[in-house]
């Protein structure tokens, strides 16, 4: 019997490469999800215009459950609290 696809990240980390500030969120974001067993995917805003025409001046921008959460830094605290409470 095939397994279920793996649910979406609930989290998303959107920066840039070289993106120092990026760089920490990272981190922060790895060590918060490793530790409370969730995951996160990350998106370039130089790979996404998209993205790149939002978030410009506010990279990095974390996401949590597809609503933005933070930008610039991100306090480890206030992301293990958004990720107790169930998805929107």
Known sequence: MPSA???????????KPGCHLCDD???VVAAVTAEL??????RSVLEEPELMARYAEEIPV???DGRQHD?????P???RDALSR???
């Open 5 to 15: 696809p793996d649910p979406q990240p609930r989290v998303t980390l959107i920066g």
């Open 25 to 27: 969120a990272r981190a």
């Open 37 to 42: 067993g969730e995951s996160f995917v990350e």
């Open 62 to 64: 974390t996401l949590v």
């Open 71 to 75: 930008f610039w830094r991100v306090d």
């Open 77 to 79: 605290d206030r992301l």
């Open 86 to 88: 169930p998805p929107h």
